[in-house]
């Protein structure tokens, strides 16, 4: 059962880049909300609450109620986070699309796997957990959208895999990924190779100085 977490959002009524700059330094982040066959309206959410609610969620594809404080009385808007726009460089969000959804429709979304247990192929055979799907793409009642998948990896041996096919679902969600995709598996542990040791120093011969004679015919000293 999904948790649905509750934001705050007001109107927003300017638009274009001087607009958004305003917003941003008085503590808003820009927000559009569409869908459901409601038309798309401009929102400003508080930053520090946005931040807040993308810390308590396992993913930033996560339902949501919106409560939009209209001039009109207030308004509650159930909606799933599309899509979160990200600073390139401070990580800070700059923009967040909400897909506003009905309680009695299918809807699709994004969910991710999350690993339980320990692998006995990695506990005692010293082999390598390795996850291949991180995220699934997953259908299902807003009321029935999960968190995360969860798969238990406890049994997996060296060489053992667990597919879409396998996976234990929660109720009322199915899974759109090709059901013969591995999500994780165990691989065999790598070994390197020893280098091979090194010929170039066999049959060196040792360096022969040849010490020029004296030019009157005696020999040197040394000899």
């Known amino acids: 059962m999904a948790i649905q977490l509750k934001i705050n959002a007001q ?17 808003f982040v820009p927000a559009v909300i569409y869908g459901a066959k409601d038309p798309a309206r401009n929102l400003q959410l508080v930053e520090r609450d946005l931040d807040r609610l993308l810390a308590h969620a396992s993913s930033e594809s996560v339902l949501v109620e919106v409560a939009i404080q209209d001039a009109s ?9 599309q899509e979160v726009q990200h600073h390139p460089v401070s990580g800070k969000v700059l923009h967040v699309d909400l897909h506003a959804v009905a309680m009695d429709e299918l809807l699709t979304a994004e969910t991710s796997v999350e690993t339980v247990g320990d692998a006995a192929g990695v506990a005692t055979g010293g082999g390598v957990l390795e996850v291949t799907l991180r995220t699934l793409e997953i259908e299902c009642l ?43 598996s165990v691989a065999a542990p790598t070994v390197e190779e020893e280098p091979e040791p090194s010929t170039a120093a066999e049959g060196a011969q040792p360096e022969v100085i040849n010490e020029a004679k004296p030019a009157d ?6 000899s």
């Open 11 to 27: 109107p927003r009524t300017e638009s274009g880049r001087n607009a958004i700059k305003k917003i941003k330094s008085a503590g």
């Open 73 to 81: 009385g207030p308004q509650t808007r159930t909606a799933l986070v």
């Open 217 to 222: 015919g005696t020999t040197s000293a040394a």
């Open 142 to 184: 807003p009321g029935d959208l999960p968190e995360s998948i969860t798969v238990d990896v406890s049994a997996l041996q060296i060489g053992d895999s667990i597919h879409v096919r396998d996976l234990k679902l929660p109720k009322g969600v199915t899974v759109l990924n090709d059901a013969d995709l591995t999500v994780v």
